[in-house]
């Protein structure tokens, strides 16, 4: 099974960079921007963490369906995109980032 990389991180860094943009040229408010990427962030991970859940799920009792495979491809791609929101987050809070491991 191979997984689109570049195809689900695109959107999200073409959509990040528009909207960091539209905050910067003060058209939409920063609260808007955090709270936008923060809903995006909540979706990646619990489209993530459910799409697992039941894969473990499925896992323990023994349970093999065609579903599997889609299941897995979806629970992995939500996580690429889950991945690329947390560097995005961690962009935008740099200054807590930093204070929590310890660079100054």
């Known amino acids: 099974m191979e997984y689109e990389i570049l195809l689900v991180s695109s959107p999200f860094i073409v959509f990040y960079i528009i909207t960091y943009g539209l905050y910067?040229?003060?058209l939409v408010k920063k609260r808007w921007h955090v709270n936008l990427w923060n809903?995006?962030?909540f979706i990646a991970f619990v489209v993530s963490g459910i799409g697992g859940f039941i894969l473990l799920l499925m896992l323990e009792n023994g349970v093999?369906?065609?579903?599997?495979?889609q299941l897995l491809y979806w629970h992995v791609e939500a996580g690429i995109g889950l991945v690329i929101v947390t560097i995005f987050h961690f962009h935008y809070y740099k200054g807590s980032v930093r204070r929590i491991l310890g660079v100054r």
């Open 24 to 26: 910067r040229m003060g």
């Open 39 to 41: 809903l995006i962030i």
């Open 64 to 69: 093999k369906t065609p579903f599997n495979h």
